[in-house]
């Protein structure tokens, strides 16, 4: 089974602003392609898991999301990082577009967009990491069965959207740290 490191996307990788809807609104946060190229180099996989309501809101379609993350690959590549794959959920209980309106097993909390990637690469979850930086990200790592990182950056852990009480396994200041936590813990 392989190892991999699953990210979210805003506020992890990317400047978080709200809610992302165009491509001028994307900054990459310092050090952040140095970090995925050290987990490249150490083997993992690197797969962005992010929900992205923009879609089920109407906002975004599903194929101006791809394009996004076409140009944040772009990026990433063109400073020596690869990401392996992106996986997002379009999918909202409370979206203004009917065909996205559902409680699904993909949205974070649930480990939907984990397992999916599990299968199609052949990862092992209990060998792997997530960083996130909101609370669901972690609830959603421990779900899957990862080690779960609490970076700073973004929300920081700060959003209070869970009924429930999650803590992660370890906090960073920012990827880059938590690249050297995962070094440091990998098995």
């Not at 409370?94 to 993909?106: E, I, M, Q, T, V």
């Not at 397992?115 to 609370?135: C, E, T």
């Not at 609830?139 to 973004?154: C, H, P, S, Y």
Request: proline share 4%; hydrophobic share 40%; net charge positive.
């Amino acid at each position: 089974m392989r190892r991999a490191v699953f990210l979210d996307r805003d506020g992890v990788i990317n400047r978080e602003v709200d809610v992302l809807r165009s491509v001028k609104q994307l900054r990459l946060l310092p050090r952040v392609a140095e970090a995925i190229q050290r987990l490249n180099e150490a083997g993992f996989l690197v797969v962005i898991v992010t929900n992205q309501p923009v879609v089920a809101r109407g906002w975004l379609t599903e194929k101006e999301v791809d394009g996004i993350h076409e140009i944040l690959l772009r990026r990433l590549q063109g400073k020596g990082a690869r990401v392996d794959a992106v996986y997002y959920c379009p999918h909202h209980p409370n979206a203004n577009l009917k065909r996205y309106r559902r409680k699904c097993s993909c949205r974070k909390p649930n480990p939907g967009l984990f397992i999916k990637a599990a299968k199609k690469f052949k990862i092992g979850l209990k060998k792997s990491f997530s960083v996130g930086d909101m609370m669901w990200d972690i609830l959603a790592g421990k779900r899957a069965g990862t080690t779960t990182i609490l970076v700073e950056t973004g929300y920081g852990g700060k959003d209070k959207k869970l009924a429930i009480e999650v803590s992660p396994d370890y906090t960073a200041k920012n990827l880059y740290e938590a690249v050297r936590i995962i070094k440091r813990y990998a098995k």
